[in-house]
């Protein structure tokens, strides 16, 4: 399949809507995966605009607690505004059972995520995705797999915000920043083994964003990271640009009575990470550094350095971010 290309919004989407064409020609059905971002939204733009209402429907796999209001409420609003069919779809203890073993955007994507709607539509249903060149997927996956399609792939987000842009389509901020939605569980940089974790996860980070609105809405980058040994949680807020002090202050004032939380971190200069990865990632050079700059460092709103160490823990199947040190470097 070749590469999308295009020099203006236009342009570019033309050339989308007709691979769409081509590609969702021989199946039944497209079930577009939605999240209620940014990327998401503009896929289901194109499909419905490219193959029409009667053959596309919208999914969106309910992580419940994990799954952020504001991106609950975004979904049902994008279902009335494009007057579309759409299903809700369990996903929690799959989700759960991901994030057990740690961090794993792809595996969540596999399993969780396109999994679960391709076992409730069947196999002869096309399953289109948002995945581009910003995220794990686009970098590491494929265009067209199967019956799995990103007609976004070959793009960046600036390309896909223009093409929301020029259609003035109605993306709005709902989670960290203004076109994702804000996956939680990402923000868990170990394994979510207990409640504890979780709750830890989900509290500091909608507990940041309903700060933020109120007092800071216009941030590129807004989340806390949880990290540290299974018995003890350390958070890791990230906010690019930093707030002003008395944000700040209230923002340190109101996690620390999360009695999930220990201990708290302003990422507020460099930071070197100690991180334990599995044998298999920590002996492969490439993951390590995909990993480093291409899943963590996009999150933290300074530069971060990775200090690596294998992990004997079995049960880890990624990585986990055990200690954060501010104003290190390694030589």
């Not at 733009?45 to 193959?51: G, I, K, S, V």
């Not at 607690?65 to 505004?81: D, G, N, S, T």
């Not at 350390?234 to 996690?255: D, F, H, M, T």
């Not at 050079?285 to 999150?299: C, I, N, S």
């Amino acid at each position: 399949m070749a590469v999308v290309q295009a020099d203006s919004p236009s342009s570019l989407f033309e050339s989308l809507v007709a691979e769409i064409r081509e590609v969702g020609a021989s199946f039944s059905r497209v079930v577009v995966a939605f999240s209620g971002g940014l990327d998401s939204t503009v896929a289901l733009f194109l499909c419905l605009t490219a193959l029409g209402r009667e053959k596309v429907v919208a999914c969106t796999v309910d992580w419940e607690r994990y799954f952020p209001e504001k991106a609950r409420r975004q979904v049902l609003f994008i279902r009335e505004y494009f007057g579309i069919r759409h299903y809700f779809l369990p996903g929690k203890r799959l989700l759960e059972d991901v994030a057990s073993g740690g961090p794993s955007c792809n595996l969540c994507t596999r399993k969780a995520k396109l999994a679960t709607i391709k076992n409730y539509f069947g196999k002869d249903t096309l399953i289109v995705g948002g995945a581009n060149q910003s995220d794990s997927w686009g970098k590491r996956g494929m265009k067209l797999l199967h019956n799995t399609y990103s007609p976004l792939f070959d793009l960046e987000k600036k390309d896909i915000q223009e093409l929301a842009t020029f259609f003035a389509l109605p993306v709005r901020r709902i989670g960290e920043n203004h076109f994702r939605e804000g996956c939680i569980v990402k923000h868990l940089l170990k394994p979510l083994v207990s409640p504890y974790h979780a709750e830890a996860v989900i509290k500091s980070n909608e507990l940041l964003w309903k700060i933020l609105d109120e007092a800071f809405p216009e941030r590129e980058i807004a989340n806390v990271k949880i990290i540290g040994p299974l018995s003890r949680n350390q958070a890791l807020i990230n906010v690019r640009p930093l707030p002003p002090s008395p944000v700040r202050k209230r923002i340190e004032g109101e996690l620390s009575n999360l009695p999930e939380i220990e201990d708290l971190i302003w990422v507020d200069e460099p930071v070197t990470l100690v991180v334990r990865a599995n044998p298999g990632q920590y002996h492969n050079p490439e993951a390590l550094f995909w990993l480093e700059k291409g899943r963590l460092q996009l999150d933290f709103a300074f530069p971060i350095k990775v200090r690596w160490m294998c992990s004997s823990n079995r049960r880890l199947r990624t990585f986990q971010v055990v200690e954060c040190i501010k104003g290190a470097t390694l030589s």
